[in-house]
């Protein structure tokens, strides 16, 4: 089987990071693949290409509260995901 496990700790690790969090105005995101910010409904606010391994992102309009920043693989699907806090 040629699969590969990652526990949700690992791909977080490993995939897709974010800091400052909690975040203020703004939040760096590290990823090779393609990303999408989402609010608590799955509502897409932001996309960002595959090209770009690191954004800095501007989150000055958005209220304060919970948003995912979420990994997008190439066919499309969700992968791993991390939870935010703008403040």
Do not use: M, Q, W
Not at 7 to 29: G, H, M, Q, R, V
Not at 30 to 40: F, G, V
Not at 54 to 73: C, E, F, M, Q
Request: proline share 6%.
């Amino acid at each position: 089987e040629n699969s590969v496990n990652l526990t949700e700790e690992d791909s977080i690790d490993s995939l897709l990071k974010a800091y400052p969090n909690p975040a203020n105005n703004y939040i760096t995101i590290e990823c090779e693949e393609a990303t999408e910010i989402l609010d608590l409904n799955s509502k897409k606010l932001f996309s960002f290409p595959k090209n770009e391994k690191k954004r800095i992102v501007d989150l000055s309009l958005l209220p304060s509260g919970t948003y995912i920043i979420a990994k997008i693989n190439p066919n499309g699907t969700v992968g791993s995901h991390i939870r935010f806090t703008k403040i």
